[in-house]
């Protein structure tokens, strides 16, 4: 073989590193992702259907799980082998290993398509393509002004082109509409911890700091499905008897616990902040928080103390359904690992895509800044980033209301920088936008947006009420979609723009830890592919943008060093020959210094370098069934609790893996986890097909029975599009600090059958 690129997997914030080569002659061994064991079910074990389908062993083989031979429809044009690297250590998903399978997909969308009035797309030239677009943009800005243009970016984006996105929207565009799907993922998370730490990154420590840990809370994440080569950290956690997994099913990490492994905590679905305030009232008043770190390194612990008071555990028992005893076995737990060999508490989308998604997330920091984890060698509080750059997506300019360096667009003096790195007065320089929720929601409107971008985003199926979101798609003056593939949303542009892969690009990402990581070209693109920096390079020369717009990623990446010098996020002291040379760079990496790869060693990000405790309490709406979802699902009787979330074959919204043959296979569609007591009860057996609905919404699919799922709620991956689309029937209800929507408890209705006039494929025998 030739000697091969080192590179990072284009998927979750985890970046596993690997290596792409050309191979000299014959393909390689694929299967797909099939273990090394030869097994062909993806890494499952031969547990029972009722542990949440997959082993804690089963999990764990996926960690450094091999490649064999099948399934994928032409040979990739690339080789695949897992690098060593502090976070994968050499391993790979299947999603890892199958990625190069779509560099050559049939289906690459290869040279720009305009849809016609007939409703088809058809190609037409990139010049041609280009003078639609200015012509539409300059005809929006004249008849409704600026902001009826709007960019809606993706977490998946380097950070060259995340960066060169945000100044192409607020200066070519000239528009204040622009947010991103990060929005959905990360966006209560960054909101606690900066009110909190003064400071918003996923991990502050390296994600091997967990090896070393005694005790592992993690609330809302399972990492064994959605990054299995994490689970590998856990493991010290484990043989310790102190890994402790909060999640209402009993997901394979929820089975990581077992054999002594630690414990499952399964609370109600939308209860995790009242089960955090349990936990803290147990470390107050049985002593075992750190009171030296509290007087030295903290301010609000007094209102903290008087905001948990009425959450003793048997009272919170009967709130959650977490039995008290397990709530004190946890608390002191955590704090005999905060003595002894280490303590951390972790969440993830579970505990935060809830309309209190901050107050849960700052519950947690609350938590662990009263047992002195923040700050320490040895333990601390961290959120596990999912999209490949989510952390650098929203530090560099596609968030509403920021400007790059993670400076609030607000700032006056945030401005001034800005203004004087891009050359233009400030006055040009928009004000805050929409968050995504409410831009999407105004698509279409007279005073809304009516001519839109997106960029790495497929919300047709990602984003809540997608009925909704779809409608308003199809009411928009125009659309362009860049993208690889013709995805759900791509489906409704009137302009698709076909952009390069992950393995045809050179940039930056920033993975899950602070750290800024070199993507490197393996290949070129397909000829009449263009790189998204040179598409909004033509653009802005096109719409006589003001300052300069280079398509070369080396140097936006240059501009984006002086762009967030001094900033929060300060990438100054990095450059590509660094990351080159293999450097470890963990932001803030100021001109001079050598990066920070643990944050709040010394002090904390707000002035006087103390963290802030934030009292809070539960202060949700009502999830009960309203009248006009009852009345729109046509039901009468018990609604249940709809949780969403992801599998291990699939990312995001599926619009790559649905295309990798060999994941397709494992997971040809949706499937809705009902516990057996629930199914009985509406005559529904193993593999019928159900229907599942409310006001918003109806979908269909097969249903799937385990213990492993509370008798209330059930579960559907949101990875499929159109009649399983599991965001038709969620909520565009949103947190009013974080903008992010209520993700985890729309009520439904489950009943056997199709939905009414509905046709699906529901991925039988034959059809697979």
Not at 40 to 65: C, H, N, V
Not at 502 to 530: F, I, S
Request: hydrophobic letters at 40%; aromatic letters at 6%; glycine letters at 12%.
């Amino acid at each position: 073989m030739t000697a091969g690129a080192a590179t990072h997997c284009p998927y979750c914030a985890l970046q596993c590193a690997m290596t792409l080569t050309v191979p000299a002659s014959g393909r390689p061994a694929d299967d797909g992702g099939r273990s090394a064991t030869g097994a062909d079910d993806g890494g499952r074990s031969a547990a029972s259907a009722d542990d949440g389908g997959r082993s804690a062993a089963g999990a764990a083989s996926l960690a450094g799980a091999a490649p064999s031979s099948a399934g994928v429809p032409e040979a990739p044009l690339l080789d695949i082998t897992g690098r060593d690297f502090p976070t994968n250590r050499g391993g790979l998903c299947r999603k890892g290993w199958t990625s190069a399978s779509l560099l050559n997909h049939p289906g690459r969308v290869t040279e720009p398509l305009l849809r016609g009035a007939d409703g088809v797309h058809r190609p037409i030239g990139w010049d041609k393509a280009l003078e639609l677009i200015t012509t539409a943009v300059k005809a929006t800005r004249a008849r409704f002004g600026a902001d009826a243009v709007g960019v809606f970016g993706g977490g998946g984006l380097t950070n060259e082109k995340a960066y060169l996105l945000g100044k192409f929207a607020r200066l070519a565009l000239g528009t204040s509409r622009i947010d991103y799907n990060g929005r959905f993922c990360m966006s209560s998370a960054a909101a606690a911890g900066m009110r909190a730490f003064g400071l918003d990154r996923g991990l502050p420590f390296p994600l091997a700091d967990l090896d070393s840990a005694s005790t592992i809370l993690m609330l809302g994440s399972n990492v064994a499905e959605t990054m299995p080569p994490f689970v590998q950290h856990l493991q010290g956690a484990r043989d310790a008897g102190g890994l402790i997994v909060v999640d209402p099913r009993r997901s394979a990490t929820a089975v990581f616990t077992s054999d002594g492994g630690g414990l499952h905590l399964q609370p109600l679905p939308g209860t995790d902040l009242a089960l955090l305030l349990g936990l803290s009232h147990v470390v107050i008043h049985e002593g075992l928080a750190d009171a030296g770190y509290i007087a030295e390194r903290t301010t609000g612990y007094e209102a903290l103390v008087r905001s948990v008071a009425s959450y003793w555990p048997e009272r919170v028992q009967t709130v959650t359904g977490v039995p008290a005893g397990l709530i004190r076995d946890t608390a002191r737990r955590l704090a005999d690992g905060a003595r002894r060999g280490g303590s951390y508490i972790l969440t993830g989308r579970g505990v935060e895509q809830h309309v209190d998604g901050t107050d849960t997330a700052t519950a947690a920091i609350n938590l662990s800044l009263l047992l002195g984890l923040p700050g320490s060698t040895r333990s601390g509080y961290g959120t596990l980033t999912g999209q490949g750059n989510g952390q650098g997506g929203r530090e560099h300019g596609q968030k509403a209301d920021q400007l790059p360096g993670y400076r609030k667009i607000t700032d006056p003096s945030a401005r001034a920088h800005m203004a004087a790195v891009w050359g233009v007065p400030e006055a040009l320089i928009p004000g805050p936008g929409l968050p995504a929720v409410e831009l999407l929601r105004s698509l279409g409107r007279h005073d809304g947006v009516r001519c839109l971008f997106v960029h790495g985003a497929n919300v047709a199926v990602s984003a809540p009420d997608a009925n909704a979101v779809i409608a308003g798609l199809r009411s928009l003056d125009f659309l362009v979609v860049c993208d690889f593939f013709m995805s759900e949303t791509a489906a409704e542009a009137d302009l698709i723009l076909p952009v390069t892969q992950w393995a045809e690009e050179e940039g930056t990402l920033t993975n899950l830890e602070g750290r800024v990581l070199r993507r490197r070209r393996a290949l070129a693109p397909p000829p009449g592919v263009r790189s998204e920096l040179w598409i909004m390079a033509r653009l802005a020369e096109m719409l006589e943008a003001p300052s300069m717009f280079s398509e070369d990623p080396e140097t936006v990446f240059e501009e984006l060093r002086l762009a967030s010098e001094g900033g929060l996020a300060d990438y100054s002291g990095i450059d590509y020959a660094m990351l080159d040379r293999g450097e470890a760079a963990y932001w803030p990496y100021p001109t001079g210094s050598t990066g920070t790869p643990r944050l709040f060693l010394d002090s904390f990000a707000h002035a006087g370098g103390r963290a802030v405790f934030t009292a809070v309490t539960p202060r949700r709406r009502s999830f009960s069934a309203t009248d006009a979802d009852r009345a729109g699902a046509g039901q009468s009787g018990t609604a249940m609790t709809l949780l969403t979330g992801r599998l291990m074959e699939h990312y995001q919204s599926g619009a790559q893996t649905r295309r990798v043959a060999a994941l397709a296979a494992a997971q040809p569609g949706a499937r809705l986890q009902i516990h057996p007591a629930a199914a009985a009860a509406q005559g529904i057996a193993e593999g019928d097909v159900v229907s599942i609905s409310n006001g918003r919404g109806e979908v269909s699919c097969r249903a799937e029975l385990s213990t492993g799922i509370r008798p209330e709620t059930v579960f559907l991956p949101f990875h499929f599009p159109e009649l399983e689309s599991a965001n038709r029937l969620t909520e565009a209800v949103t947190d009013p600090i974080s903008g992010m929507p209520e993700f985890k408890t729309s009520k439904v209705w489950v009943r056997p059958g199709a939905g009414v006039s509905q046709t699906i494929d529901l991925h039988n025998e034959e059809a697979s």
